[in-house]
Nanobody, 124 residues
Framework: QVQLVESGGGLVQAGGSLRLSCAAS????????MGWYRQAPGKQRELVAT???????NLVDSVKGRFTISRDNAKNTVLLQMNSLKPEDTAVYYC??????????????????WGQGTQVTVSS
């Protein structure tokens, strides 16, 4: 019912920057929270940054001061600006939509959605 399409991953040297974007599409009524999670090889998926429809931010301590999250509610997009990247930021980054309400076949469905993931690799 809701598709999340990510872009912007890639390979960058330590200290560099990348910008991830995620666009949600579908017959969307609202999305409460949008954000980014990441999963490094052999590790569990972890929250990176989220932003509510009201603009409340939540960032993991390890990225505070380096990453910025922003959102366009009208376009259902979320951006993650990543600066001063470190090798430990290397992971697959997943876009997440929390409590997305979308109409499907005449029925309003509210659920979470995940993007397909985009690889971010930071070389030392």
């Amino acid at each position: 019912q809701v598709q999340l399409v990510e872009s912007g991953g890639g390979l960058v040297q330590a200290g560099g920057s990348l910008r991830l974007s995620c666009a949600a599409s579908g017959n969307i009524f609202s999305i409460e929270g949008m954000g980014w999670y990441r999963q490094a090889p052999g590790k569990q998926r972890e929250l990176v940054a989220t932003i509510t429809s009201g603009g409340i931010l939540n960032l993991v301590d390890s990225v505070k001061g380096r990453f910025t999250i922003s959102r366009d509610n009208a376009k259902n997009t979320v951006l993650l600006q990543m600066n001063s990247l470190k090798p430990e930021d290397t992971a697959v980054y997943y876009c997440h939509a929390d409590r997305a309400a979308a109409r499907h076949m005449g029925v309003m469905i509210v659920q979470d959605y995940w993007g397909q993931g985009t690889q971010v690799t930071v070389s030392s």
